[in-house]
């Protein structure tokens, strides 16, 4: 059986990222109310990571385990 090759890997993990990213945006928008586009809470929360999605999901788990 041929192995993915490291792009699709790639895409497969950014697209789970992506996917937990836009739950966290969700959760924020909740506490925020009406008015506050989902896109700039999730811009918001990516730019805290410099804008790597990898590192920000880092970030978030990372504060979840402490939790």
Same mark, same amino acid.
């Given at each position: 059986?041929?192995?993915?090759?490291?792009?699709?890997?790639?895409?497969?993990?950014?697209? @789970?990222?992506?996917?937990?990213?836009?739950?966290?945006?969700?959760?924020?928008?909740?506490?925020?109310?009406?008015?506050?586009?989902?896109?700039?809470?999730?811009?918001?929360?990516?730019?805290?990571?410099?804008?790597?999605?990898?590192?920000?999901?880092? @970030?978030?788990?990372?504060?979840?385990?402490?939790?």
């Amino acid at each position: 059986m041929k192995s993915q090759s490291t792009e699709d890997r790639i895409a497969a993990i950014r697209a @789970e990222i992506d996917a937990f990213i836009d739950e966290k945006a969700a959760e924020e928008l909740k506490l925020l109310g009406p008015g506050v586009p989902l896109q700039i809470v999730r811009d918001i929360l990516t730019a805290r990571g410099g804008r790597c999605q990898c590192a920000q999901y880092l @970030e978030i788990a990372a504060k979840e385990k402490v939790a």
